[in-house]
Every structure is written in C-alpha cells, then in structure tokens.
C-alpha cells in the first residue's frame, strides 16, 4: 500500500497532479491511498515553495510540475 | 497490460524541437506580407481608410503576438525552470539586507510566478529566515517583471522600452523592498507563519531530463496561450478600432503631458484588468501610436501586471490588512514616480 500527498492548496494545477497520481496507481496496478495537504504550514515543512508537490510514501519527488501519469507510475512501480 | 502502459513511446525529441523552430520561423517571416495581403487584395480594403487601416492592425497583430507568445514563452519557461524558487532561496538565506532586496528583485524577473503560489512563496522566504523586505522586493517583482510583458514590450515596441520597463519595475521592487523592511512591519505577518520559522527542511533536487524540461516548457505555454487567448483577442480589436478611428489629439487631451491627472486615472484603470498584460499591451501599442507619453505608457503597463485584487486577498492569510495596505501603497506610489518620472524625462 502506497501513500501518495498532493501538496497544494488546491488550484487547477493541483486537482490535475491528483488526478495523474490517482491514473498512475491504476497503470502500476499498485493500491494507494491518494490524500491532498492543503494546509499551508504542513506544506511548507516539507521544504517546498513551488506547488503542486508530490510526496510518495514520505519523499518529496516533484514539486513546481506536473509529472505525468506515466512518469508517476514509474516512481511508484520504482519505490 | 500495465508494464506496456508505463513505457510509452516518444518521438525523438531532436526532430520534434527542431520542426517546431522551423516551423516557427517560416510563420514569423511570412505573417506581415501574408496579412497585408489578405487585407488589402483578397479583402479588397483600401489602403489609408478607418477600415482598411483597423483591419490591418488586428490581421498583422493576432498571428504576431501569438507568435510572440508561443515561441518566447516556451524558451523563458525552459530558461527559468533551472531557477526554482526553492534555489532562490537558498541562495538568498544569509544575505545582507541591500544584497539580498537587490538579489531577490533580480530572481523575481526569471522565477514563475502566480497568484495561486505567493503564500507557499512567501512561508518559505519567512520560514528560511530571509527578512521581511527582502521577501516583498521579491514579490513585487516578480509579478511586475514578468515574461509575458517583456516579450510582448520587446516584440511590440523593440528592445528599448522593454529594456526600460525592467529596469523600471526592478527599481520600484527594490525601492519598495527597502521600505517595507524599513517600516519594521515584522508584527503585521500572522503569528502560524513565524511559528513555521526552521521547521521546514531542504528539499532534494530533483533530477529532471531534458525531455522532461521541454515537455513542461511546452505543456505551460500551451496552457497560458489557451488561457490568454480571448484576452488578447479582445484587446488587439480593441487596439485596432484606436488604430484606425480614434484621433490623436483625443487620445493626446487624455493621457499626454498637458494632462496632469494622466498618469493616476490609467494606474485605476489598470487595477481591474490585473494580469491581463496580453489584452492590455496591444491596446498600449496602438495609443502610443496616437501620441500617448511613455510614463504614462509604464504606469499603465506596471500597474496591471503588479496591483492584482486576488493577489492581496490571497496574501490575507499570512499578513494582516496593515501589511498588505502598506505593501499596495509602497507599489502604487512607485508607479506613480515611474510614471511621472518619464513623462518629465522623454519629451
């Protein structure tokens, strides 16, 4: 089981990161729990600025961009 | 099933960017004859008439800007990919208050920058410990500074005055910054944010491919070209009726040198129509065109990009209303003294 963060205060860009990692899980075939952080403190302690972030069981693994499905579920199947 | 859906096949990267530049180019060499052409021989317009003239400037304008747009958006997005925000932080945590201000008006030109992204930005400056004016000289600029302003300045008007614009807007951000920090406006930031202070950690870079760098490049031009589109559309008519009907000393009794006011009333004009720079510059085009000062140009230009309504609301959440006031005064009156500065400057 995989735990994957949004971390973004929840603009276009965010919903579609979401939307990628939710894809992604499906084409690694790998059950994950996708949750979105919204709070800005707990964004920020992450050590990121630039949204939307991409954490994947507790490692930051993008920020500033929108990975793709496909690049997602290659993280995911790698991790 | 899965496996084969991971490995998706790309076109090789070197044919696909080298078409596009090609096919960039055959488009920006052949666009000014092209709509000149199909104005006045297929349409049949006479040259010199109110009509024909309006019809010119929009033909010749949309396919130059959205060229404009597509072809330098691209390369700035590229350019500034390798100067994220979290760099420039790390480059900034540490420095003396005038380097810094003066450091971090620089970065604003080249990071990205969107409403959405001024908290995160502005926790994180706060939160490394980099002082308070430092940061805004930071936020002012970046907005102001932006890409798509400088290429539309430089692709509109030549390099002069996009060269003068930035210079302009970097000095308002590190005026400006060295105000607020001097205001000692500390107790106005909400406590959460101080809070923060250390908590957070340095991110990792993450390693991205060339591929990967000119897909975002790509993807985020598509993006704000789609988004801006209408916008520009709109305001290019709006230029073209300017550049064929209204007549110079109108324009001249309004916003010229005889008329004090002139300066003030575009910065309240400009205040709705924050971030629409591409609308906005081709109407700036054409009243240049029809005798409008250069001061007031700026002015006009720097308040829609800088003064952004949803920008302030945002940053409600981390400062509190006698922050943001002093930050919308700081910016307003600088662009004010931009504007009457160059009005008295360039006759």
């Known amino acids: 089981m995989k735990k994957i963060e949004v971390l973004g205060p929840g603009c276009a860009n965010c919903k579609r990161l979401e939307a990628n990692a939710r894809e992604a899980a499906i084409m690694a075939g790998v059950e994950a729990e996708v949750t ?17 972030g991409l954490v994947i069981d507790g490692k930051v ?16 199947s790698e991790a | 099933m899965t496996s084969i859906a991971i490995s998706r096949p790309r076109a090789p990267l070197r044919v696909a960017v080298s078409g ?60 500034r990919g390798f100067f994220p925000p979290e760099r420039v932080r790390a480059a900034l945590a540490g420095r003396g208050v005038m380097v810094g201000t003066v450091a971090a008006a620089s970065f604003g030109i080249v990071t990205p920058f969107c409403s959405c992204s001024a908290v995160p930005l502005f926790i994180g400056f706060v939160e490394a410990g980099i002082p308070l004016g430092v940061t ?5 600029s970046s907005p102001m500074v932006n890409e798509v302003a400088l290429v539309l300045l430089w692709g509109l008007f030549g390099p002069g005055i996009a060269l003068v614009y930035m210079a302009a807007g970097l000095t308002v951000a590190i005026i400006g910054g060295l105000v607020i920090g001097r205001l000692r406006m500390e107790r106005y930031v909400e406590d959460y944010v101080w809070a ?26 598509k993006d704000l ?3 801006i589109t209408p916008y520009l ?27 004090p006011l002139a300066v003030p009333i575009v910065v309240l004009i400009a205040i709705p129509l924050y971030s629409n720079a591409a609308g906005t510059i081709p109407i700036v085009q054409a009243l240049l065109g029809k005798g409008m000062p250069l001061g007031t140009t700026l002015a006009f230009m720097m308040a829609i990009t800088a003064i952004s309504l949803p920008e302030f609301i945002i940053l ?17 009156i600088g662009i004010l003294a931009i504007g009457y500065l160059f009005n008295a400057l360039i006759v």
């Not at chain 2, 202070?197 to 031009?221: F, N, S």
């Not at chain 2, 709109?234 to 008329?259: C, E, F, K, M, Q």
């Not at chain 2, 400062?319 to 006031?325: M, S, V």
Request: charged fraction near 15%.
């Open chain 2, 136 to 140: 805004f000289a930071f936020l002012i």
């Open chain 1, 36 to 52: 979105k952080v919204t709070d800005y403190g707990q964004i920020a302690s992450y050590g990121i600025m630039s949204t939307p």
């Open chain 2, 196 to 221: 923060l202070q250390g908590k957070g950690g340095a991110v990792a870079e993450v390693h991205l491919t060339w591929a990967d760098r000119i897909g975002d490049a790509w993807r985020y031009t």
């Open chain 2, 316 to 332: 409600r959440r981390v400062i509190r209303p006698q922050l943001i006031a002093v930050f919308t005064a700081t910016v307003t």
């Open chain 1, 61 to 76: 693994v993008s920020y500033g961009r929108i990975p793709s499905a496909g690049d997602i579920a290659l993280w995911l």
């Open chain 2, 233 to 259: 559309l709109v305001g290019i008519g709006i230029g073209a009726l300017i550049h064929g009907y209204a007549p110079t000393d109108l324009v001249a009794s309004i916003g010229g040198r005889s008329n």
């Open chain 2, 225 to 227: 070209v789609r988004r």
């Open chain 2, 20 to 79: 596009a530049v090609a096919a960039w180019l055959v488009a920006w060499f052949t666009e000014a004859p092209l709509s000149d052409w199909l104005t006045f021989e297929v349409l049949g317009l006479e040259r010199g008439s109110h009509f024909g003239e309006a019809v010119a400037f929009f033909l010749l304008d949309v396919p130059k800007v959205l060229l404009l747009l597509v072809g330098i958006v691209t390369v700035v997005t590229l350019i």
